[in-house]
Protein backbone atom coordinates (compact mmCIF):
# COMPACT_ATOMS: atom_id res chain seq x y z
CA UNK A 1 0.00 0.00 0.00
CA UNK A 2 2.73 2.24 0.87
CA UNK A 3 4.13 3.98 -2.47
CA UNK A 4 0.67 3.96 -4.03
CA UNK A 5 -0.79 7.20 -5.85
CA UNK A 6 -0.86 9.89 -3.45
CA UNK A 7 1.81 8.63 -0.86
CA UNK A 8 3.77 11.63 -0.95
CA UNK A 9 1.09 13.89 0.60
CA UNK A 10 2.71 13.02 4.24
CA UNK A 11 6.13 11.49 3.54
CA UNK A 12 8.69 11.89 6.35
CA UNK A 13 5.95 12.99 8.35
CA UNK A 14 4.99 11.83 12.12
CA UNK A 15 0.98 11.59 13.07
CA UNK A 16 -0.41 10.99 16.33
CA UNK A 17 -3.47 9.78 16.20
CA UNK A 18 -6.14 9.36 19.26
CA UNK A 19 -8.85 6.89 18.96
CA UNK A 20 -6.83 4.67 16.80
CA UNK A 21 -7.63 1.52 18.05
CA UNK A 22 -11.23 1.41 16.23
CA UNK A 23 -13.41 2.90 13.81
CA UNK A 24 -12.39 6.67 12.36
CA UNK A 25 -9.37 6.37 14.18
CA UNK A 26 -8.04 2.63 12.90
CA UNK A 27 -8.86 3.90 9.39
CA UNK A 28 -6.77 6.83 9.93
CA UNK A 29 -3.79 5.08 10.74
CA UNK A 30 -4.06 3.22 7.71
CA UNK A 31 -4.92 6.13 5.25
CA UNK A 32 -1.78 8.48 7.24
CA UNK A 33 0.20 5.36 6.84
CA UNK A 34 -0.46 5.17 2.98
CA UNK A 35 -0.06 8.64 2.47
CA UNK A 36 3.32 8.13 3.80
CA UNK A 37 3.55 9.13 7.39
CA UNK A 38 4.86 7.50 10.30
CA UNK A 39 2.03 6.34 12.81
CA UNK A 40 1.52 6.67 16.53
CA UNK A 41 -2.03 4.54 17.22
CA UNK A 42 -2.59 6.04 20.83
CA UNK A 43 -5.71 4.44 22.73
CA UNK A 44 -7.15 4.12 26.14
CA UNK A 45 -7.65 0.14 24.69
CA UNK A 46 -4.16 -0.77 24.83
CA UNK A 47 -4.49 -3.46 23.04
CA UNK A 48 -6.76 -2.37 20.07
CA UNK A 49 -4.08 0.48 19.65
CA UNK A 50 -1.57 -2.33 19.04
CA UNK A 51 -3.50 -4.11 16.48
CA UNK A 52 -3.87 -1.03 14.66
CA UNK A 53 -0.17 -0.15 14.81
CA UNK A 54 0.15 -4.24 13.46
CA UNK A 55 -1.92 -3.75 10.56
CA UNK A 56 -0.15 -0.24 9.77
CA UNK A 57 3.12 -2.71 9.72
CA UNK A 58 1.49 -5.61 7.57
CA UNK A 59 0.60 -3.30 5.19
CA UNK A 60 4.19 -1.66 4.55
CA UNK A 61 3.85 1.45 7.05
CA UNK A 62 5.80 2.31 10.07
CA UNK A 63 3.57 2.57 13.35
CA UNK A 64 3.86 2.06 16.76
CA UNK A 65 1.10 2.21 19.74
CA UNK A 66 0.52 3.90 23.10
CA UNK A 67 -1.83 3.47 26.13
CA UNK A 68 -3.56 7.01 26.42
CA UNK A 69 -6.53 7.85 28.08
CA UNK A 70 -7.21 11.69 26.91
CA UNK A 71 -8.69 12.51 30.16
CA UNK A 72 -5.30 12.51 31.93
CA UNK A 73 -3.78 15.74 31.21
CA UNK A 74 -0.20 14.88 31.93
CA UNK A 75 -0.29 11.42 29.78
CA UNK A 76 -1.73 13.66 26.90
CA UNK A 77 1.13 16.02 27.10
CA UNK A 78 3.43 12.97 27.69
CA UNK A 79 2.07 11.00 24.53
CA UNK A 80 3.86 13.93 22.52
CA UNK A 81 7.05 13.26 23.75
CA UNK A 82 6.77 9.74 23.25
CA UNK A 83 5.43 10.10 20.32
CA UNK A 84 9.28 11.84 19.48
CA UNK A 85 11.34 9.63 21.12
CA UNK A 86 9.19 6.04 19.15
CA UNK A 87 8.94 7.71 15.69
CA UNK A 88 11.55 10.29 15.39
CA UNK A 89 9.29 13.45 15.27
CA UNK A 90 6.02 14.86 15.67
CA UNK A 91 4.78 17.41 13.03
CA UNK A 92 0.30 16.06 12.58
CA UNK A 93 -2.42 15.47 15.86
CA UNK A 94 -5.21 13.63 14.91
CA UNK A 95 -7.17 14.57 18.06
CA UNK A 96 -9.74 11.95 17.20
CA UNK A 97 -10.75 10.09 20.88
CA UNK A 98 -14.14 10.51 21.13
CA UNK A 99 -17.39 8.36 23.16
CA UNK A 100 -21.05 8.57 22.01
CA UNK A 101 -22.52 9.82 25.28
CA UNK A 102 -21.80 6.61 26.74
CA UNK A 103 -19.09 5.89 29.52
CA UNK A 104 -18.40 2.26 31.23
CA UNK A 105 -21.95 1.31 29.42
CA UNK A 106 -23.87 4.42 30.84
CA UNK A 107 -24.95 7.72 29.70
CA UNK A 108 -23.00 10.05 31.20
CA UNK A 109 -22.98 13.86 31.00
CA UNK A 110 -19.44 14.55 32.64
CA UNK A 111 -17.45 11.95 31.66
CA UNK A 112 -18.54 12.66 27.87
CA UNK A 113 -17.35 15.87 28.32
CA UNK A 114 -14.64 14.57 29.68
CA UNK A 115 -13.40 12.34 26.80
CA UNK A 116 -14.69 14.90 23.98
CA UNK A 117 -14.01 18.35 25.57
CA UNK A 118 -11.46 17.97 27.79
CA UNK A 119 -9.37 15.20 25.75
CA UNK A 120 -9.55 17.26 22.46
CA UNK A 121 -8.31 20.19 24.71
CA UNK A 122 -5.56 18.58 26.37
CA UNK A 123 -4.53 17.72 22.58
CA UNK A 124 -4.75 20.90 21.31
CA UNK A 125 -3.07 22.89 24.50
CA UNK A 126 -0.01 20.81 24.43
CA UNK A 127 -0.35 19.62 20.88
CA UNK A 128 -0.50 23.09 19.08
CA UNK A 129 2.10 24.71 21.39
CA UNK A 130 4.91 21.78 20.98
CA UNK A 131 4.14 21.90 16.84
CA UNK A 132 4.92 25.76 17.01
CA UNK A 133 8.29 25.40 19.05
CA UNK A 134 9.17 22.68 16.10
CA UNK A 135 8.45 24.71 13.40
CA UNK A 136 4.91 24.36 12.52
CA UNK A 137 2.58 21.25 11.64
CA UNK A 138 -1.06 20.25 11.55
CA UNK A 139 -3.92 19.52 14.18
CA UNK A 140 -7.33 17.93 13.03
CA UNK A 141 -9.71 17.50 15.09
CA UNK A 142 -13.12 14.91 14.92
CA UNK A 143 -15.95 17.22 15.67
CA UNK A 144 -19.40 16.23 14.44
CA UNK A 145 -22.51 16.93 12.58
CA UNK A 146 -23.33 17.46 16.60
CA UNK A 147 -21.13 19.88 16.83
CA UNK A 148 -23.21 22.14 13.44
CA UNK A 149 -26.52 21.62 13.74
CA UNK A 150 -29.40 20.15 16.69
CA UNK A 151 -29.92 16.57 15.32
CA UNK A 152 -33.34 15.25 14.84
CA UNK A 153 -33.04 11.55 15.44
CA UNK A 154 -35.27 8.49 14.78
CA UNK A 155 -37.02 7.21 17.37
CA UNK A 156 -35.75 5.52 20.05
CA UNK A 157 -33.17 7.88 19.57
CA UNK A 158 -34.79 11.30 20.16
CA UNK A 159 -35.41 10.99 23.60
CA UNK A 160 -31.44 10.30 24.39
CA UNK A 161 -30.67 13.07 22.37
CA UNK A 162 -32.29 15.55 25.32
CA UNK A 163 -30.50 14.50 28.16
CA UNK A 164 -27.78 12.91 30.02
CA UNK A 165 -24.66 11.65 27.40
CA UNK A 166 -26.98 12.65 24.24
CA UNK A 167 -27.18 16.67 25.30
CA UNK A 168 -23.31 16.19 26.47
CA UNK A 169 -22.44 14.72 23.10
CA UNK A 170 -23.78 17.60 21.46
CA UNK A 171 -22.54 20.44 23.96
CA UNK A 172 -18.78 18.30 23.36
CA UNK A 173 -18.80 18.88 19.67
CA UNK A 174 -20.39 22.16 19.52
CA UNK A 175 -17.19 23.15 21.85
CA UNK A 176 -14.61 21.14 19.73
CA UNK A 177 -15.63 23.62 16.76
CA UNK A 178 -15.05 26.42 18.92
CA UNK A 179 -11.45 25.41 20.10
CA UNK A 180 -10.95 24.65 16.30
CA UNK A 181 -11.62 28.17 15.90
CA UNK A 182 -9.64 29.51 18.61
CA UNK A 183 -6.64 27.37 18.34
CA UNK A 184 -6.38 27.97 14.33
CA UNK A 185 -6.88 31.76 14.79
CA UNK A 186 -4.43 31.44 18.15
CA UNK A 187 -1.17 29.44 16.28
CA UNK A 188 -1.94 30.49 12.62
CA UNK A 189 1.48 32.78 12.85
CA UNK A 190 2.85 29.94 14.47
CA UNK A 191 2.89 27.58 11.07
CA UNK A 192 0.37 25.21 13.24
CA UNK A 193 -3.04 24.97 11.08
CA UNK A 194 -5.56 23.88 13.24
CA UNK A 195 -8.98 22.27 11.70
CA UNK A 196 -11.93 19.92 12.18
CA UNK A 197 -13.71 16.97 10.31
CA UNK A 198 -17.44 17.00 11.41
CA UNK A 199 -18.61 13.16 10.03
CA UNK A 200 -22.30 12.40 9.44
CA UNK A 201 -23.61 9.02 10.47
CA UNK A 202 -20.69 6.70 10.03
CA UNK A 203 -20.48 3.05 10.26
CA UNK A 204 -18.19 2.28 12.76
CA UNK A 205 -18.63 0.58 16.70
CA UNK A 206 -19.88 4.02 18.00
CA UNK A 207 -23.36 3.52 15.53
CA UNK A 208 -23.28 0.05 16.39
CA UNK A 209 -27.30 0.08 17.75
CA UNK A 210 -28.13 1.59 13.80
CA UNK A 211 -26.14 -1.45 12.50
CA UNK A 212 -27.75 -3.87 15.25
CA UNK A 213 -31.34 -2.98 14.61
CA UNK A 214 -32.02 -1.22 17.68
CA UNK A 215 -32.86 1.78 16.08
CA UNK A 216 -34.26 2.32 12.33
CA UNK A 217 -31.09 1.98 10.24
CA UNK A 218 -33.27 3.37 7.15
CA UNK A 219 -34.19 6.20 9.20
CA UNK A 220 -30.42 7.04 9.54
CA UNK A 221 -29.46 6.40 6.07
CA UNK A 222 -32.40 8.83 4.59
CA UNK A 223 -31.12 12.01 6.91
CA UNK A 224 -28.25 11.84 4.73
CA UNK A 225 -29.25 13.45 1.21
CA UNK A 226 -26.70 10.31 -0.05
CA UNK A 227 -29.13 7.87 1.68
CA UNK A 228 -26.55 5.91 3.34
CA UNK A 229 -23.90 5.53 6.05
CA UNK A 230 -20.32 6.99 5.79
CA UNK A 231 -17.27 5.18 5.84
CA UNK A 232 -14.25 5.86 8.40
CA UNK A 233 -12.05 5.78 5.64
CA UNK A 234 -14.16 8.32 4.21
CA UNK A 235 -13.37 10.38 6.99
CA UNK A 236 -9.96 9.70 7.02
CA UNK A 237 -9.20 11.09 3.74
CA UNK A 238 -10.77 14.22 4.73
CA UNK A 239 -8.03 13.95 7.64
CA UNK A 240 -5.33 13.46 5.64
CA UNK A 241 -6.05 16.09 3.38
CA UNK A 242 -6.30 18.66 6.48
CA UNK A 243 -3.11 17.20 7.15
CA UNK A 244 -1.29 17.88 4.42
CA UNK A 245 0.73 20.35 2.43
CA UNK A 246 -2.03 20.54 0.17
CA UNK A 247 -3.95 22.11 2.39
CA UNK A 248 -1.29 24.86 3.48
CA UNK A 249 -3.95 27.89 3.35
CA UNK A 250 -6.89 26.12 5.27
CA UNK A 251 -7.01 26.92 8.30
CA UNK A 252 -9.91 26.77 11.07
CA UNK A 253 -11.93 25.21 8.81
CA UNK A 254 -14.76 22.69 10.18
CA UNK A 255 -15.35 20.30 7.29
CA UNK A 256 -18.81 18.09 6.92
CA UNK A 257 -17.87 14.70 5.87
CA UNK A 258 -21.72 13.81 5.78
CA UNK A 259 -22.88 13.03 2.41
CA UNK A 260 -24.95 16.43 2.55
CA UNK A 261 -26.49 16.28 5.89
CA UNK A 262 -25.64 19.72 6.71
CA UNK A 263 -26.30 21.02 3.38
CA UNK A 264 -29.85 20.84 3.92
N1 LIG B 1 -19.33 7.06 14.12
C1 LIG B 1 -20.00 8.18 13.91
O1 LIG B 1 -21.15 8.20 13.41
C2 LIG B 1 -19.37 9.51 14.28
C3 LIG B 1 -19.99 10.68 13.80
C4 LIG B 1 -19.45 11.91 14.10
C5 LIG B 1 -18.31 11.98 14.89
N2 LIG B 1 -17.74 10.84 15.35
C6 LIG B 1 -16.54 10.98 16.18
O2 LIG B 1 -15.48 10.27 15.61
C7 LIG B 1 -14.54 9.92 16.62
C8 LIG B 1 -14.20 8.46 16.48
O3 LIG B 1 -15.39 7.71 16.68
P1 LIG B 1 -15.65 6.28 16.00
O4 LIG B 1 -16.93 6.37 15.28
O5 LIG B 1 -14.43 5.83 15.30
O6 LIG B 1 -15.94 5.44 17.33
P2 LIG B 1 -15.24 4.15 17.93
O7 LIG B 1 -15.99 3.87 19.17
O8 LIG B 1 -15.10 3.11 16.90
O9 LIG B 1 -13.76 4.68 18.30
C9 LIG B 1 -13.53 5.57 19.34
C10 LIG B 1 -12.19 5.23 19.97
O10 LIG B 1 -11.91 6.18 21.00
C11 LIG B 1 -11.35 5.48 22.08
N3 LIG B 1 -11.52 6.20 23.35
C12 LIG B 1 -12.66 6.37 24.07
N4 LIG B 1 -12.39 7.03 25.20
C13 LIG B 1 -11.06 7.28 25.20
C14 LIG B 1 -10.18 7.92 26.10
N5 LIG B 1 -10.61 8.42 27.28
N6 LIG B 1 -8.86 8.01 25.77
C15 LIG B 1 -8.41 7.49 24.62
N7 LIG B 1 -9.19 6.86 23.73
C16 LIG B 1 -10.50 6.75 24.02
C17 LIG B 1 -12.08 4.15 22.10
O11 LIG B 1 -11.38 3.16 22.84
C18 LIG B 1 -12.18 3.85 20.62
O12 LIG B 1 -11.07 3.10 20.16
C19 LIG B 1 -15.19 10.32 17.95
O13 LIG B 1 -14.68 11.56 18.37
C20 LIG B 1 -16.65 10.44 17.57
O14 LIG B 1 -17.35 11.30 18.44
C21 LIG B 1 -18.24 9.60 15.06
Redesign the pocket.
Known sequence: MVGSQGSQDLSGRVALI????????RAAALRFAEAGAAVMC????AD?AALSAEQVTAAGGRAASLA????DEIAVEKSLQQTIDTLGGFDVLFN?????GTVRGVSDFAGTLD??LN?VYYGLRYGAELLATRGGGAVVN?????GLVGLVAPLPMEQRMQEGGGIA?MAS?HAVVGLTRQFAVSYAKHGVRVNAVA????D????HMIRDGAVVQEGFEALHPMGRLGR?EE?ADAAVYLSSDRASFVTGVVLPVDGGYTAR
Open positions: TGAASGIGADIDGLDVTNAGVGVNGTASIAYKPGYITPMTAV
